[in-house]
């Protein structure tokens, strides 16, 4: 059993900042990468910003520049947002890709922090 709990959203004007935590516990040998994904109201989720277990990164276009993500401890990842946008107003998912103690590979969610950019 993996679990992964979120916080730090909220809601916030346009350009103001925010970050998101989440932290993973449970049956988890190694932690391959852990990510962050947004749903927006009649949208599909979308990968947002991902991070390795090396540390390599990849974002999303529309957060480059803006979104940082990072690690700490192996099992917590960050979602710094600055500059934020009307448009980033979603509910944000934490993911991670895990090796279980039994051997098997799976991802696994967070139940999802809701961030709202209005002005």
């Known amino acids: 059993q993996v679990q992964l709990v979120e916080s730090g959203g909220g809601s916030v004007q346009p350009g103001g900042s925010l970050r998101l935590s989440c932290a993973a516990s449970g049956s988890i040998t190694f932690i391959y990468a852990m990510g962050w994904y947004r749903q927006a109201p009649g949208k599909q989720r979308e990968l947002v910003a991902a991070i390795t277990s090396g540390d390599s990164t990849n974002y999303a276009a529309s957060v480059k520049g803006r979104f940082t993500i990072s690690r700490d401890d192996a099992k917590k990842v960050y979602l710094q947002m600055n500059s934020l946008k009307a448009e980033d107003t979603a509910v944000y998912y934490c993911?991670?890709?895990?090796?279980?103690?039994?051997?098997?590979?799976?991802?696994?969610w967070g139940q999802g922090t809701r961030v709202a950019v209005s002005s």
């Open positions: 993911n991670a890709h895990v090796k279980t103690w039994n051997g098997a590979r799976n991802d696994y």
